[in-house]
């Protein structure tokens, strides 16, 4: 039918691609001229100027520009809702429909009785991507700290 877990990862990367790409653009473009001139003037190819210059001056910009990709593909509810056939069951293959977190906190926060099992279900389920997000962000935090220590 075309509603599948697959279908459903293709359309959050193209929906996650334009956000990732501004912002590396926006990361290597702010890489000071004088770090690329002056390495090509102590003799490194184009290269070598841009594997060991330009992506290490670059790397926590990049890093930011994924993790906030990757914010914006966890937060996505209603367009994965639609795309990925909301079937709240475990797929056994990228061909099968499939429902996210967020769609299942969406699809039945409406319809649940408040104070009942379900309605606390869905409530862990917050909790739970909370915690993802955080721990994202913490990864992400602590890799960009070490980054600027070592400079």
């Not at 841009?50 to 593909?73: E, H, K, Q, T």
Request: aromatic letters at 8%; zero cysteines.
């Amino acid at each position: 039918t075309g509603l599948t877990a697959l279908s459903g990862s293709i359309m959050l990367a193209f929906m996650a691609m334009p956000t990732i790409v501004s912002m590396m653009e926006d990361a290597l473009n702010a890489v000071p001229k004088s770090y690329r001139e002056g390495a090509l003037a102590l003799g490194a190819t184009k290269w070598q100027m841009i594997r060991r210059v330009v992506l290490p001056a670059a790397s926590s910009g990049m890093l930011a520009a994924v993790m906030l990709g990757v914010g914006r593909v966890i937060g996505e509810t209603m367009a994965v809702l639609m795309i990925t056939g909301n079937s709240a069951q475990i797929p056994t293959t990228l061909t099968q429909p499939v429902r996210t977190m967020t769609a299942t906190i969406a699809a039945e926060m409406g319809e649940t009785v408040r104070g009942s099992e379900h309605y606390f279900a869905l409530f862990a389920i917050g909790i739970i991507l909370f915690i993802i997000t955080f721990l994202i962000n913490f990864t992400a935090s602590f890799f960009i700290k070490n980054k600027i220590r070592k400079k």
